[in-house]
């Protein structure tokens, strides 16, 4: 199958705005709760749900607290706190809704939410040195400028107490024109075979209203600048990645 489509004609000012985009995920809480599946939009979820509670629960036996940013409903926490049931999580997102639900199946099981949070990353104020953990899945690539990017990574190594760590899984592009378009094609391929062509362009559009993704090569270069060292891909395919940081002792 081969599908062609135009690069985005759309700059980061011309994107929809923050509050626009709180509504959404205000009336997308259910879509956003399988833990099983995650987005189904994002190619590799599950593997990479399962890839990053392991990781953590090996490498990070006695943690104590974890930031979860854009926690949506929270499959991430719940995932990584059944193997940590003694985390202390903290969740932070731009919808109410998305936050009350994460909090609701959270206690359920009887683990600790420390605090809520509703706001953008971008705009939020976070603690220094409080967390051993911060996991942002599928949530960053709605930050709009590479100063952004640079200002939330600053606030992030701040954030985590020497040694921690910060998880990350998310929609990327790619430097090279030839290899964007070629791995988008894939992905085009990949969404007619969860659905179809009409739930394909669907969500191409909605990539060309909502999200501004940057490379895997920026990003790593910019965690690098930022302090953070141990800095591994743990998977990549098509335009997703998943990476974990680590700030030095």
Not at 165 to 180: G, P, Q, Y
Not at 192 to 198: F, H, Q, S, V
Not at 217 to 239: A, C, M, P, Y
Request: charged letters at 25%; one cysteine or more.
């Amino acid at each position: 199958m081969s599908l062609k489509f135009s690069k985005s004609r759309m700059s980061p000012n011309e994107k929809i705005s923050i509050e626009e985009l709180r509504c959404q995920f205000d009336g997308e809480v259910e879509r956003f709760s399988n833990e099983q599946t995650g987005q189904t939009s994002s190619a590799d979820a599950p593997l990479i749900l399962s890839i990053f509670e392991t990781s953590i629960a090996r490498m990070y036996p006695n943690a104590q607290r974890l930031l979860d940013i854009g926690c949506g409903a929270g499959n991430f926490s719940l995932r990584i706190t059944r193997k940590l049931p003694k985390l202390k999580l903290t969740l932070l997102d731009l919808s109410r809704p998305m936050l009350q639900k994460a909090e609701e199946r959270l206690l359920a099981e009887h683990f600790t939410v420390e605090e809520t949070i509703q706001t953008d990353i971008v705009q939020a104020e976070l603690p220094n040195e409080k967390f051993d953990l911060v996991i942002a899945a599928a949530s960053l690539h709605h930050i709009r400028t590479r100063q952004d990017w640079k200002n939330v990574f600053d606030k992030i190594y701040r954030s985590l107490i020497p040694g921690g760590s910060f998880w990350i899984s998310d929609l990327i592009k790619h430097e090279n024109e030839t290899i964007e378009s070629l791995q988008k094609e894939r992905y085009a391929e990949y969404l007619c075979g969860l659905r179809d062509r009409t739930y394909q362009r669907h969500v191409f559009e909605y990539i060309d209203r909502s999200d501004t993704p940057e490379t895997l090569s920026f990003l790593i270069r910019t965690l690098e600048n930022t302090g953070f060292r141990q800095i591994d891909i743990i998977h990549k395919n098509i335009v997703f990645a998943a990476f974990v940081a680590v700030k030095p002792l």
